[in-house]
């Protein structure tokens, strides 16, 4: 896949904000993407400093394994919240090399928009990316919220200083919510949709859970390659 290089990866930690509070200016909140056939999840496991990073790419709407990558990386950034991306994306990038298979939509386990410079992973991935990407993380980074209904596909607004950063989604009846915000090229009704839609039986999206048993060597990526 081919991707944009906005940035050095090799930047201090006030360098980094000041990259965030640069390139959250270039996040598209619309939809710009057609017709959905595939998806992509992402996720990260470490020890020390060594990143094992996973790409899966899922059939839509049906959700079967097409495709997927396992990238075993040493890392620099340090762990620091807030700037996760840096830390994470370089990892992920190498993965993203090895797919044969494009995905049209990328579900990020991390934060979008629902973050203090308004730049999580799913927008500094969906800039670099230039494609579009979800948002959707298990905890909240900030922000208030009501309360969902208990049914699944109930869901609050996220706010954030009254601007609208996210939303608090039920993704299955009687479970605790899970975070979906605007990464890049998508609205967030439309992020909000495409994450339900990648939900069958469990809280988390298909696509998470696949990139998560990957990365955290439960399972192996089939040999596509």
């Known amino acids: 896949m081919q991707y944009r290089q906005l940035h050095s990866w090799d930047v201090s930690p006030e360098e980094a904000r000041n990259i965030q509070n640069s390139l959250c200016q270039l996040v598209t909140r619309t939809d710009e993407f057609g017709h959905v056939q595939t998806v992509a999840g992402v996720d990260l496991g470490f020890k020390k400093n060594l990143a094992r990073a996973s790409v899966v790419v899922l059939r839509f709407p049906g959700l079967e394994f097409i495709d997927g990558a396992i990238v075993e990386s040493s890392v620099r950034f340090p762990y620091i919240p807030g700037l996760l991306s840096f830390r994470e994306i ?49 905890s909240r980074l900030l922000g208030e919220h009501g309360e969902p209904d208990r049914e699944k596909g109930s869901y609050e607004y996220l706010f954030d200083k009254g601007e609208v950063i996210g939303a608090a989604v039920r993704t299955r009846r009687d479970t605790s919510v899970i975070y979906v915000s605007i990464g890049h090229r998508i609205s967030l009704e439309s992020a909000i949709g495409l994450t339900l839609r990648c939900c069958k039986t469990f809280r988390l999206p298909e696509t998470t859970r696949y990139a998560h048993k990957a990365a955290s060597e439960k399972i192996e990526i089939p040999n596509q390659h």
């Open 90 to 138: 370089p990892p992920l990038l190498k993965a993203f090399d090895q797919l044969k298979t494009e995905p049209d939509i990328v579900i990020a386990d991390g934060q979008g928009l629902a973050h203090p410079r308004r730049l999580g992973l799913a927008c500094h991935l969906g800039l670099i990316l230039d494609k579009p990407v979800i948002g959707c993380a298990k």
